[in-house]
T-cell receptor
Framework: GQNIDQPTEMTATEGAIVQINCTYQ??????LFWYQQHAGEAPTFLSY????GLEEKGRFSSFLSRSKGYSYLLLKELQMKDSASYLC?????????FGKGTRLSVIA | SQTIHQWPATLVQPVGSPLSLECTVE??????LYWYRQAAGRGLQLLFY??????ISSEVPQNLSASRPQDRQFILSSKKLLLSDSGFYLC???????????FGSGTRLTVV
C-alpha cells in the first residue's frame, strides 16, 4: 500500500522561511508532487521531483530523497497570500495518492 | 491551451436523491481522467480514474459510479445519495506521462 505523512498545521511569520516535510511509503515510484490549495478552492500544481535533489522555482523549492522516502517544500520570503494547505502527493504504480495536507498560517 | 470544466460549483441534495456531476476537458486528446473527493478535514481520496473511453477503474467501493461516454467527458453519478457523500468533488486530468494533474474548480456537495 501507500502511506504519506505530513504535519497537520504550521504557523510562520511574514517574510520568514518555512519548511514543510513529507514522508512516504509507496509501491513503485514515479514522482513526488506538491500542490497548494487555498480554502474552498481546487489544488494547484507547485512542483515535481522524480530524481534526488533540490528543484527551485522562484520563492518555492522542493527536495527529494528517494532512499529515505522523504521530501520537503521550502517557502521563502513568506507572504500573507501563502496561507493555504500544502499537499504532498506521490505517484507510484497507481494514480496520485495525496497526503492529508499541511495547513500553513502566515502571521504578521 | 488545455482547460477543464466542472459543474455545478455547489449542490445541495436530499438523502436518497440521484446525482450527476460532469467534467469536460478541452484542448487535448485521450487524457487520463480522475474523480477525487475531499471530505471536511480529510485528504483527497481517489474515487475513479479512466485511461480511455468506457474504461473505468474504481478505487473505493461505494454507492457512486463513473462513466466516460466521450474521450473528454467524465461523469460521476449516484442513484441514491447518502449523508456521507457530502464533500468537495474534484475532477482532474493528466497526459499520463508522469506529469502532474490539473484540477477542475470542484463541486461542493451537501447532502441533507
Amino acid at each position: 500500500g501507500q502511506n504519506i505523512d505530513q504535519p497537520t498545521e504550521m504557523t510562520a511569520t511574514e517574510g520568514a522561511i518555512v519548511q514543510i516535510n513529507c514522508t512516504y511509503q509507496t509501491s513503485g515510484f514515479n514522482g513526488l508532487f506538491w500542490y497548494q490549495q487555498h480554502a474552498g478552492e481546487a489544488p494547484t500544481f507547485l512542483s515535481y521531483n522524480v530524481l534526488d535533489g533540490l528543484e527551485e522555482k522562484g520563492r518555492f523549492s522542493s527536495f527529494l530523497s528517494r532512499s529515505k522516502g522523504y521530501s520537503y517544500l521550502l517557502l521563502k520570503e513568506l507572504q500573507m497570500k501563502d496561507s493555504a494547505s500544502y499537499l504532498c502527493a506521490v505517484k507510484g504504480n497507481t494514480p496520485l495518492v495525496f497526503g492529508k495536507g499541511t495547513r500553513l498560517s502566515v502571521i504578521a | 491551451s488545455q482547460t477543464i470544466h466542472q459543474w455545478p460549483a455547489t449542490l445541495v441534495q436530499p438523502v436518497g436523491s440521484p446525482l450527476s456531476l460532469e467534467c469536460t476537458v478541452e484542448g487535448t486528446s485521450n487524457p487520463n481522467l480522475y474523480w477525487y473527493r475531499q471530505a471536511a478535514g480529510r485528504g483527497l481520496q481517489l474515487l475513479f480514474y479512466s485511461v480511455g473511453i468506457g474504461q473505468i477503474s474504481s478505487e473505493v467501493p461505494q454507492n457512486l459510479s463513473a462513466s466516460r461516454p466521450q474521450d473528454r467527458q467524465f461523469i460521476l453519478s449516484s442513484k441514491k445519495l447518502l449523508l456521507s457523500d457530502s464533500g468537495f468533488y474534484l475532477c482532474a486530468w493528466s497526459t499520463g506521462t508522469g506529469d502532474g494533474y490539473t484540477f477542475g474548480s470542484g463541486t461542493r456537495l451537501t447532502v441533507v
